[in-house]
Every structure is written in structure tokens, then in C-alpha cells.
T-cell receptor, first 116, second 114 residues
Framework: DAGITQSPRHKVTETGTPVTLRCHQTENHRYMYWYRQDPGHGLRLIHYSYGVKDTDKGEVSDGYSVSRSKTEDFLLTLESATSSQTSVYFC???????????????FGSGTQLSVL | AQKVTQAQTEISVVEKEDVTLDCVYETRDTTYYLFWYKQPPSGELVFLIRRNSFDEQNEISGRYSWNFQKSTSSFNFTITASQVVDSAVYFCALSNNQGGKLIFGQGTELSVKP
């Protein structure tokens, strides 16, 4: 199994509060991603990183920010949580070797976030 | 725009039946990659297969097989002789060769009853 740890695993928070989710990897993979999973939508990409301090927006980035100060850590922040951000959040990593940018993604176990 | 459609929201079969999960995709790119992932009740996502757009050969792995047809933009997944352990949500996904940014379908929940 890929060494990906997401924390916390579960969180309940109130509307308007800031929330930070952490993804930690031990694989030294260059690419890291944050997805959210919602019924009827599958998984949707929030933000991704292709290296330390190199990040970009995904499909559903509004209301989220990310930071990557070290190869192993990728943080997702909800500056002011809303009920629409109640979801399961997955971190993923990939390792594009030899120029191939579509190696498979390895996923963490997910974080269940409830915003009340 | 890219899109993946899994029209079957839920499928229920009895153990040992064969079952096919449908996946239809849309893309304007000539180079792209297709994936299937399994999400068992425990919640983690498990990689099953990756196929690039230039390789239309069907693939078989044990009881699993995949049928890729560019003419119909489909990448269907068949489980032969299904087992209870196959019960999971299965996702089809598409990538356009931009660093692993996958577009997922809505998922198909497969229930295999004993």
C-alpha cells in the first residue's frame, strides 16, 4: 500500500470556521491532489500540486486553498467552511516516471468532513 | 470538454452471475487515458486498470475484463462469475495527459448477493 496518511479522518465543524486537512506521503512522489467525493458526482478535483510550492486549481477550487512547503505534505484549507463543503475528501499522489504523466493515482483513506 | 458517464447508478446481481459496468467518455483529445477504480465499503480507492487511447486491445485479468472501443467512446468493465467481495462502487475515469488530473464518472454501485 502507498504510504499516504490523511488527517483528521473525521471532522465536524461549524459554518464560518476555518478548517485544514493534511495529507502526508512517504513515497516521495512529485504530484499530489485533493479530490472531493459527493453522491451523484463521483470524485472532483479541487487542487493539485506538481512540486514544492507549485500548485494549481482543479475543477471545484472555489472556497479552497492549498499549500505545499515540503514534498511530503499537501494541505487543504477551507478559509470559511460552508455546508456545501460537507463531503469526503481524498488525497492522491502519483509518480510520473520517465516523462509519463499519467501513472496511476494512489489514494489516501479519505477525510469525512461535516459542516453544520 | 471532457466528460465521463456511468449511466448505471446501481446494479444488483446474484453471486456467480456475470455483470458489465458501462462507461462512456467524451474528449476532443487524441491522446488520453482511461482508468477504472474500485471503492469497497471500507472507502479506499483501489486502482484496477489504465488504458491509453492508442491501445484498443481488450484486457483480461482473472475474472475481470475490459472492452475498449474508440468507435463508441466506451470502456466497459465485465466481472465474470461475480463474488460477494466484488460488492463496491466502481469508478471510470479519464485523463487528457495533463499530469494525472482525472475526470471521474458518477460511479456504479455493485451489490453481489449470495
Amino acid at each position: 500500500d502507498a504510504g499516504i496518511t490523511q488527517s483528521p479522518r473525521h471532522k465536524v465543524t461549524e459554518t464560518g470556521t476555518p478548517v485544514t486537512l493534511r495529507c502526508h506521503q512517504t513515497e516521495n512522489h512529485r504530484y499530489m491532489y485533493w479530490y472531493r467525493q459527493d453522491p451523484g458526482h463521483g470524485l472532483r478535483l479541487i487542487h493539485y500540486s506538481y512540486g514544492v510550492k507549485d500548485t494549481d486549481k482543479g475543477e471545484v477550487s472555489d472556497g479552497y486553498s492549498v499549500s505545499r512547503s515540503k514534498t511530503e505534505d499537501f494541505l487543504l484549507t477551507l478559509e470559511s467552511a460552508t455546508s456545501s463543503q460537507t463531503s469526503v475528501y481524498f488525497c492522491a499522489i502519483s509518480d510520473p516516471r520517465g516523462g509519463a504523466t499519467n501513472e496511476k493515482l494512489f489514494f489516501g483513506s479519505g477525510t469525512q468532513l461535516s459542516v453544520l | 470538454a471532457q466528460k465521463v458517464t456511468q449511466a448505471q447508478t446501481e446494479i444488483s446481481v446474484v453471486e456467480k452471475e456475470d455483470v458489465t459496468l458501462d462507461c462512456v467518455y467524451e474528449t476532443r483529445d487524441t491522446t488520453y487515458y482511461l482508468f477504472w477504480y474500485k471503492q469497497p465499503p471500507s472507502g479506499e480507492l483501489v486502482f484496477l486498470i489504465r488504458r491509453n487511447s492508442f491501445d484498443e486491445q481488450n484486457e483480461i485479468s482473472g475474472r475481470y475484463s475490459w472492452n475498449f472501443q474508440k468507435s463508441t467512446s466506451s470502456f466497459n468493465f465485465t466481472i465474470t462469475a461475480s463474488q460477494v467481495v466484488d460488492s463496491a462502487v466502481y469508478f471510470c475515469a479519464l485523463s487528457n495527459n495533463q499530469g494525472g488530473k482525472l475526470i471521474f464518472g458518477q460511479g456504479t454501485e455493485l451489490s453481489v448477493k449470495p
